[in-house]
């Protein structure tokens, strides 16, 4: 089923895809919010540049973009898989509690802020380019993966990495890690059980966007965790 959403209030048209199921195409996409929100059972491919929350609260549906996508994509989605065929704005993945979302390109700030996981439940977050700042800020769960693709021995992430992250784990490709990071977060070499944990998720991305395994793994990753020997709790006690 096609959709032409050329002038489309994005109401009119959420509730066109509502009413489908199945494989939906849609062309013409001007800045339309809420694309796909709570879907499941749906495949959806957008022509175009999707608005802001798309895919947002996600349930099991698949939403491929062939451009760009704007701020708040797969805001609190449950399941299914997102696929940027190029770069995100701000707060991509923000509290998402499950699925996947694929970014090509770059991503803007506070990508995978308050991600999260419940018992199976493990969210994953990979962007091929650069981040923005307050990557993985508050993160409680999830894996978040940074590639860095195409830009050299630049640094990969921006400011305040991992501020207030308090679970899961953010892998970070860079032989060399020169962002200032907070005492609360424990920095270490990825080890062989560590890139085992991401390897579905690698090879998936090479598969999406046509990379190689041995591409990616050219350089070392570091992993960012929480430190548990320095808890936040100590920037609050008084002595």
Same mark, same amino acid.
């Given at each position: 089923?096609?959709?032409?959403?050329?002038?489309?209030?994005?109401?009119?048209?959420?509730?066109?895809?509502?009413?489908?199921?199945?494989?939906? +195409?849609?062309?013409?996409?001007?800045?339309?919010?809420?694309?796909?929100?709570? +879907?499941?059972?749906?495949?959806?491919? #957008?022509?175009?540049?999707?608005?802001? +929350?798309?895919?947002?609260?996600?349930?099991?549906?698949? #939403? $491929?973009?062939?451009?760009?996508?704007?701020?708040?994509?797969?805001?609190?989605?449950?399941?299914?898989?997102?696929?940027?065929?190029?770069?995100?704005?701000?707060?991509?993945?923000?509290?998402?509690?499950?699925?996947?979302?694929?970014? %090509?390109?770059?991503?803007?700030?506070?990508?995978?802020?308050?991600?999260?996981?419940?018992?199976?439940?493990?969210?994953?977050?990979?962007?091929?380019?650069?981040?923005?700042?307050?990557?993985?800020?508050?993160?409680?769960?999830? @894996?978040?993966?940074? @590639?860095?693709?195409?830009?050299?021995?630049?640094?990969?992430?921006?400011?305040?990495?991992?501020?207030?992250?308090?679970?899961?784990?953010?892998?970070? %490709?860079?032989?060399?890690?020169?962002?200032? #990071? $907070?005492?609360?977060?424990?920095?270490?070499?990825?080890? +062989?059980?560590?890139?085992?944990?991401?390897?579905?998720?690698?090879?998936?991305?090479?598969?999406?966007?046509?990379?190689?395994?041995?591409?990616?793994?050219?350089?070392?990753?570091?992993?960012?965790?929480?430190?548990?020997?320095?808890?936040?709790?100590?920037?609050?006690?008084?002595?």
């Amino acid at each position: 089923m096609k959709i032409d959403c050329s002038g489309k209030n994005y109401d009119i048209l959420n509730q066109e895809i509502a009413g489908l199921e199945g494989d939906i +195409a849609l062309i013409n996409c001007c800045g339309q919010r809420f694309i796909g929100a709570g +879907a499941s059972g749906k495949r959806l491919t #957008i022509s175009g540049v999707p608005g802001n +929350a798309l895919g947002a609260y996600l349930d099991g549906a698949e #939403i $491929s973009v062939l451009g760009n996508a704007q701020d708040a994509t797969g805001d609190t989605m449950n399941a299914g898989r997102i696929v940027i065929n190029g770069s995100c704005g701000d707060a991509v993945g923000y509290a998402m509690r499950g699925g996947e979302i694929y970014v %090509r390109g770059n991503v803007g700030y506070r990508a995978g802020i308050h991600m999260k996981s419940y018992e199976d439940k493990v969210p994953v977050l990979v962007i091929g380019g650069r981040c923005g700042s307050f990557l993985g800020e508050y993160q409680a769960g999830g @894996l978040i993966i940074a @590639l860095g693709l195409g830009y050299g021995d630049r640094e990969v992430l921006d400011n305040f990495c991992a501020t207030g992250m308090h679970g899961g784990k953010i892998f970070i %490709r860079a032989n060399t890690l020169h962002a200032r #990071i $907070s005492p609360q977060i424990s920095v270490r070499d990825a080890g +062989a059980r560590d890139l085992a944990l991401i390897a579905p998720h690698i090879r998936e991305f090479c598969t999406l966007f046509g990379k190689t395994e041995p591409e990616i793994y050219e350089k070392s990753f570091k992993v960012l965790s929480p430190n548990s020997s320095n808890p936040y709790h100590q920037l609050y006690v008084q002595n």
